[in-house]
């Protein structure tokens, strides 16, 4: 009996210990999305309408590479401040980039009409190098304040499943 007691907590502890190494990996993985990045001049969105859809559906997360506004090619997908002081950042498709004027013409690949006002150049951002479908909404949830205490608890938690898998592997 006493041989199968201790080979069962062995197991018990090795599952522990793999299940708190796991929970910290998807953490680190996690936050490692938000921060890595920017190290290589991305900034990074969250969609939040369905003015690209399919192309970009709502909830995906965008990574947007700057550079040069004249360098924008008709069809190519950028991000650029908004022209009204509400309208946040938007992500729109080139429909013309008049290098001449230093304006973008743009559409909502969802949209039946191309945007109304002109993008200066001064509000581009950079153009669209990949998007993540429903990343925005985690890594967006994960940045607020009970996103980052679950980010925390669930590392603790991490820690303490080794550490009962290391006592528990040792009996």
Excluded at 9 to 17: D, E, L, M, Q, T
Excluded at 23 to 41: E, K, N, W
Excluded at 98 to 106: E, I, K, P
């Amino acid at each position: 009996m006493g041989k199968k007691k201790g080979k069962t907590r062995r197991i018990a502890g090795r599952i522990c210990g793999i299940l708190g190494i796991l929970l910290i990996v998807l953490v680190i993985l996690l936050c490692s999305t938000l921060v890595l990045p920017r190290f290589f001049g991305y900034h990074m969105y969250h969609v939040l309408s369905g003015s690209m859809e399919p192309e970009l559906p709502v909830g995906s997360l965008i990574y947007v590479c700057g550079g040069a506004p004249e360098n924008a090619e008709p069809d190519d997908v950028i991000a650029f401040y908004g022209s009204l002081e509400d309208s946040g950042i938007i992500t729109h498709r080139v429909v013309k980039n008049n290098v001449v004027s230093g304006t973008f013409r743009t559409k909502g690949d969802a949209n039946a009409e191309e945007d109304p006002l002109p993008v200066p150049y001064e509000n581009y951002i950079g153009s669209v190098a990949f998007h993540v479908p429903y990343m925005g909404k985690l890594l967006t949830g994960m940045t607020s304040l009970y996103g980052k205490l679950a980010a925390v608890c669930i590392v603790l938690l991490g820690v303490i499943l080794n550490m009962a898998g290391s006592h528990l592997s040792k009996g």
